[in-house]
C-alpha cells in the first residue's frame, strides 16, 4: 500500500461521506445549499484523488477533456432558465450515461475485445454498457419530447409490443451469452446498439407531460450505471454514488406518479397494447 | 476477478439502504433540486473516465475516455451550478415566510 494509494482511498471515502451529508442536507430548505456545496467539495477530492493515481501517466487527454465539460457545462448549469429544467435534467442524464457507456466499451476493449474480461466483470460490464446505452437515448427521447422537437404524444404503431419483446429478448439473450462467453466483441458492440434502440422504444410511448417521471427513473438508471461501472473496475466511490443515484431516481418516480395519481406500471406501460387514437390527450 | 467484490457487494447495497433513508426524508418541495444533485453526484463517473482517458492503455480507450470525461465534467460543473442556482432561489423564498411566521 504506498502513500498515493491510501491518500486516493481517503479522497473516495471522505467524497462519498460528503455525498451522503448533502442528500441529507436537501431534507431541509435552510441547510441543502451548505449541503450541496459539500457535496461540490467531495467531488472536487474525488477528481484530486483519482488524478493522483499511478496508473494515470498522461494528463493531456485529461486537461482537454475537463477543460472543454467545464467550458460547455458552465453555461448549462447559469443559464439556462429555471422553467427549462426537466430538459436540462434530462439532457444531463444522457451526458452521464454516455460517459458510463463509453468507460464501459473502453475496458471491454481493452481486455483483449473480451479474451481477458473474467465472467463476474463481464456481468458488470454488461450491465454498465446496457442501461448505460438505454439511458443515453432515453434521455435524449425525453428531452426531445420536452423540448417539442419530437412529437409529444405517445407514440404507437402496430406491431410495437412484438418489436419491443424482441428486441428487449435479444438484448437479454445477448447479456447471457456474453457473461459465459466474454470473447464474443461482435455480441458485445450488438448489445450496445439493442441498448441504444431499447431506450428509444421505452420513451416513444410515453407522453410528454408524464416525462418527469421518465426522466426520474433514468436518472435511477444512469445510477445504476455508475455502480456498475464501480463494479467493473474495483472503484468504492463509484459504486456508493451510484447506488446513491439508484435509489433516489427510483424514489421520486414513485412519488411523482402517486402525486399524479397513477400507478407507475400504467405510466410506463399505459399506451402499450392500445390503438393509437386512445392516448390523444 | 478481484476477490474483494463480494464486499463491494456490501457496499453497494448498504449504500443503497442508506439513500433510501435519506431520500425518503426530502420534502416534495426539495424534489427538482434533489433530481438535478442526484444528477450532479452521478457525474461521479468521471472517474472512471478520468483513468481511461490518462492511463495510455491504446489509442481506443484514450479517447473514448476523452470523450466520457468531457462529457463528465459538463455534468459535474453545470449540475452543481445549477443545483446552487435553484437552492438560492428557494433560501430568497423562505425568509420572508419565516417572518410572516413570527409576526
Redesign the interface.
Known sequence: MSASYLFTQASYLAASVLFILGLRSLTKPDSARRGMQQAALGMALAIVGTLTKHEIVDYRYIVAGLALGSAIGYPLGMFVPMTAMPQRIAISHMFGALAATLVGIAEFYTLGNGAQVPHATMAALGFEVLFGSLTITGSFMAFGKLQEFLPGVPVTFKGQNAVNGLVFLGTVGLFAWLVFQPFTPWAFYLMVGLGLVVGVSLVLPIGGADMPVVISLLNSYAGLASAATGFAIGNEVLIIAGALDGASGFILSMVMSKAMNRSFGNILFGAFGKPPEKSAK | ??G??LI?LY???L??????Q?????????????????????????????????????R????????????????????????????????HA?KPKAKEVKA
Open positions: 476477478m478481484h474483494t467484490s463491494e457496499v453497494f447495497v449504500a443503497g439502504f442508506v439513500g433510501f435519506v431520500i425518503t426524508k426530502v420534502p416534495a418541495l426539495l424534489h427538482t433540486p434533489l433530481m438535478s444533485a442526484t444528477n450532479a453526484i452521478s457525474a461521479i463517473s468521471l472517474v472512471g473516465s478520468l483513468v481511461a482517458a490518462g492511463s495510455d492503455q491504446n481506443v480507450a484514450t479517447w473514448l475516455g476523452f470523450v466520457a470525461v468531457t462529457a463528465a465534467t459538463i455534468n459535474v460543473v453545470g449540475g452543481f451550478l445549477i443545483t446552487d442556482r435553484m437552492l438560492k432561489m428557494f433560501r423562505e
